[in-house]
Every structure is written in C-alpha cells, then in structure tokens.
C-alpha cells in the first residue's frame, strides 16, 4: 500500500523517561496480569481434548473411558488395556512414569483459560488435540491461544484431508488451520505453519539428523520413522516465525515442504504437530469402532514420538524452538520500554526513528518505531542489548507495518533483523523484510534466540531505503521472552 513519505523533521518528543516508566509500570498493575499458565513443580500435567467430537465415526481417541480422571477406570494401570480408548497406550505409559497428571476434558464441555473449572487451561502444562471434528469456538480460540502465549504446550495431531468423521462440513486440517488463522489474539501465523490438504495414504516419514533434539532424542528413546497411514503434511514459513521446525519429512521433502511432524513456538509457549492420527492409534477401544495399531508398529517409533514430544511440551529437556526452555528457566521479557512509549529511552536509535508522529499509526499506545520512509538513500537502525538467561529459551517478537511507494517485485528497500555479540560483531541475520512485504496494518513476527542463551546479546534492526521512492519500515510491541 502507498504509505506516508516521512518528514525530514520528524523528530521525537523530549520525555521525562523515569516519570513515563513509574506510569507505565502502574497502568500496568492495574491493568492486572493475564491467567498465567501453571507451572509444574514435579508433575506434568496434560488435558486430553475429547469435547470436539474425538469419538466420531471410527475414531476412539480418548485415553480412557473414565473421564475427566482415567483413574477411574483403573487408579494403577500396567497394561494399556487397563484403560479404554485408541489412546490408551499413551495415557497408560505417562501414567506408568509417575510423573505425571493425566485429564481429559469431557464430551459437551468447552475450552476455557482463566477460568475455575477443574479441567481450565491454567491448571494444565500442555493440551493435546487428537484430530477435533467440530470447530472450536470463537472464545475457544481465544483460550487455546492465550494458554500457549503465557507458556502452555500446545499438541496437535490432524488427519488426512476430507476426513470428516461425524460428517458437519468440517475436518481437522479445515479446524486447525481455522484455530492458527482466524483468532483473536495473533492470526498472523502465530506457529509458522500451515496445514497441507493432502491424502498421504501410506509410507514412513523419516526423522531428520538432529541428535541434540530433545524431541527425536528424548527419554522415551530415538525416533527413526513414523507412519502414514492417510494423513497429510504441513507447509513451514520461517519468515513469520524461524522457531518452526520440521522434524519427520515426507519421503523426497524437506525444508520447508512436506514436513510430517513439526515444532515451533509461541510467546512462552510450545507447539507440536502431527499429520496423522494413526500413529497414535494402539489398536484398542470402544466396541464397535474399527482401528489400527500404529503404536507398536514395527517399521517405526511413533510411541517414542508421541511421548518425548509431551515431555518437550511440558517442559521437559531442552528447548529447540525457542519459546520454553528447561524447568529451571524463569520466565521474563527482557527489553526495556518494549512499546517506546518512553520515547528513546533504553533503546540507541537513528535521529527521529522513535516517535508519536501522526503521519503513522503505533498499534497500541502513541510511540512506535519508524525506520526510513523518506524517499530517499537513507539507512536507519535501532537496538538494544540484552543477557539471555544460560538454560533458556528465547524468542523475539514484534509487530511489524510495511508501506510502500514501490510497484516493482523487487526488493528495493529492506529491513534486517540481527543478532550482534558484546564486541559489535553480527552474529546472525534471523529476518529480511523489504518493500515487497508491504501490508495493511501490523503483523507479529517471531524470531528464535534460544541459540543465544547464556550471551549478552544485542538486537538490532537495520533499515535501508534506496534513492526514489519510499518504504516505511514500523515497528511496535517487541519482546524478548525467556523461559
């Protein structure tokens, strides 16, 4: 979109900062903290989705038919027909551990965060969703959402395409893409990643060469392969979020195609999916349902993925996406006047690039960020130091306006986002954004630093505009999150 050429005396408002930080620190406390999400001490503890009709047709994924507590059926199961349901065999190997808390939100109940239902958000460390088959509601969205942002674990597990189960219009891969793109608090491509609609109807997906992953190398043991029986693959987008990763690829994929199972994050949060519900099917259930057993399949190692990935979820081992990090890791957001509503404060910027100006919008508040803009040869920046914590993931976010006077395909002006050592040196470029990425209204970016944990480290942002036309590069609401 044609945007606002800026003007060559835009310059910031002088500030009283230590004033402006004690108001925003109260506007704050008033404002009051969202829900945070629970963290475990010694036991994790996981909500099993079966409010989204998990039963429907053939479909049995459920733990256990004592619900909300599985110990109901059997208060000590050693085998998994001590339980009832397809997943059995994952609730019952959790169980066996000790060290963990098992629910599952019954059938005619709703997702809730903040709430004081025993089976809300807040009171659980990560949510599995095994393949939904009715959408989740507006408000559901929201809660989903908000528990992953303030740190929950987020598990999703889809099935092929046109696999509509209790016949409504609606299919998993249609539901989950609708949670990730159309909600309330970040539709953006919050994760990364889109869900392919595609019918994979056979083979075993093999697991990339990363022995440091905690999620393919966990306590549960190595992952090798998976399986495909009718499922589907996800399209990776590192652009809006380098915390997304593939892990298990379709045969003759990779990179950012054809990814079978994928992690990522989410403000404080973890995400994992999966393109197929057959690999967690162990083959028991209700009467009547028709199932596979994919568990124990002996051409892969769907059990070892099915249980490191909860472990990596709740918090246990090693963060590789950026948004957890290990249970000892406090949580914290690290930059100073995050939304420059203190103007320059805290940040060293280029003259002018901190400002209320009206020939802009900030996206909350009156301050924002405006890199270039003037139609002419010019090069901004903007940053600020920071120590990641050591044992720490990190993640920074920002929200993101790009307007343009171009009408080329060519990238003539452009943003970098890097990461500088003490000394100055850069270390990485995580982003590129350029004329190209012109768009109305703001746009939240997600870029890993869990690289960086135990560094000082300086985030900077670069801005170069060629000699004609102009592109305005602004930015608002960034964060540093460690945990």
């Known amino acids: 979109?044609?945007?606002?050429?800026?003007?060559?005396?835009?310059?910031?408002?002088?500030?009283?900062?230590?004033?402006?930080?004690?108001?925003?620190?109260?506007?704050?406390?008033?404002?009051?903290?969202?829900?945070?999400?629970?963290?475990?001490?010694?036991?994790?503890?996981?909500?099993?989705?079966?409010?989204?009709?998990?039963?429907?047709?053939?479909?049995?994924?459920?733990?256990?038919?004592?619900?909300?507590?599985?110990?109901?059926?059997?208060?000590?199961?050693?085998?998994?027909?001590?339980?009832?349901?397809?997943?059995?065999?994952?609730?019952?190997?959790?169980?066996?551990?000790?060290?963990?808390?098992?629910?599952?939100?019954?059938?005619?109940?709703?997702?809730?965060?903040?709430?004081?239902?025993?089976?809300?958000?807040?009171?659980?460390?990560?949510?599995?969703?095994?393949?939904?088959?009715?959408?989740?509601?507006?408000?559901?969205?929201?809660?989903?959402?908000?528990?992953?942002?303030?740190?929950?674990?987020?598990?999703?597990?889809?099935?092929?395409?046109?696999?509509?189960?209790?016949?409504?219009?609606?299919?998993?891969?249609?539901?989950?893409?609708?949670?990730?793109?159309?909600?309330?608090?970040?539709?953006?491509?919050?994760?990364?990643?889109?869900?392919?609609?595609?019918?994979?109807?056979?083979?075993?997906?093999?697991?990339?060469?990363?022995?440091?992953?905690?999620?393919?190398?966990?306590?549960?043991?190595?992952?090798?392969?998976?399986?495909?029986?009718?499922?589907?693959?996800?399209?990776?987008?590192?652009?809006?979020?380098?915390?997304?990763?593939?892990?298990?690829?379709?045969?003759?994929?990779?990179?950012?195609?054809?990814?079978?199972?994928?992690?990522?994050?989410?403000?404080?949060?973890?995400?994992?999916?999966w393109g197929d519900s057959s690999p967690i099917d162990d083959g028991t259930g209700q009467s009547g349902n028709t199932l596979y057993d994919g568990w124990n399949d002996p051409g892969a190692t769907n059990a070892a993925l099915a249980l490191n990935a909860t472990a990596w979820l709740a918090g246990s081992g090693t963060t590789t996406g950026g948004g957890g990090g290990t249970g000892s890791c406090t949580a914290a957001q690290l930059l100073g006047n995050s939304g420059f509503e203190s103007g320059a404060s805290t940040w060293s910027a280029s003259s002018g690039v901190i400002t209320n100006s009206t020939a802009q919008k900030a996206r909350s508040g009156s301050y924002y960020a405006w890199l270039d803009g003037n139609g002419t040869a010019t090069t901004d920046t903007l940053s600020q130091s920071a120590t990641i914590p050591a044992g720490c993931g990190a993640t920074l976010s920002f929200y993101l306006h790009v307007d343009t006077a171009e009408t080329t395909a060519t990238a003539y002006d452009t943003l970098k986002a890097q990461v500088l050592n003490s000394s100055g040196a850069v270390l990485a470029t995580l982003a590129t954004y350029s004329n190209l990425d012109a768009a109305t209204g703001y746009t939240r970016r997600v870029l890993d630093l869990g690289g960086y944990a135990g560094q000082k480290i300086t985030v900077k942002f670069t801005g170069t505009e060629g000699s004609k036309l102009q592109t305005s590069f602004v930015l608002d609401d960034t964060a540093l999150d460690v945990g």
């Open 1 to 273: 979109m044609l945007g606002f050429s800026r003007s060559p005396h835009r310059l910031p408002t002088a500030l009283a900062a230590l004033g402006l930080l004690a108001a925003s620190a109260a506007v704050q406390a008033s404002a009051g903290a969202a829900p945070a999400h629970a963290a475990a001490a010694t036991t994790h503890r996981v909500l099993f989705d079966n409010a989204h009709a998990e039963t429907a047709g053939n479909a049995d994924w459920i733990i256990s038919t004592s619900q909300p507590d599985p110990l109901g059926q059997d208060p000590s199961p050693s085998a998994e027909t001590d339980w009832t349901g397809a997943l059995s065999s994952w609730g019952v190997a959790l169980q066996k551990t000790g060290g963990y808390s098992l629910k599952t939100l019954s059938s005619g109940s709703s997702l809730a965060y903040g709430g004081s239902s025993a089976t809300d958000l807040a009171n659980f460390d990560t949510l599995v969703l095994p393949e939904p088959n009715t959408a989740f509601t507006a408000a559901e969205k929201t809660a989903i959402m908000n528990f992953v942002k303030n740190g929950g674990g987020l598990f999703m597990i889809s099935d092929h395409n046109a696999s509509d189960r209790n016949n409504d219009g609606k299919d998993s891969v249609q539901i989950l893409n609708d949670l990730m793109s159309n909600n309330s608090v970040d539709a953006t491509d919050p994760f990364g990643f889109s869900i392919d609609a595609l019918n994979i109807d056979s083979g075993y997906p093999a697991a990339v060469n990363d022995s440091a992953d905690p999620v393919l190398h966990g306590s549960f043991g190595t992952v090798t392969k998976s399986l495909f029986a009718n499922g589907t693959t996800a399209t990776l987008k590192p652009a809006d979020n380098s915390a997304v990763k593939g892990l298990v690829y379709r045969s003759g994929y990779s990179g950012n195609t054809g990814a079978f199972f994928v992690t990522s994050a989410f403000g404080k949060g973890r995400v994992a999916f």
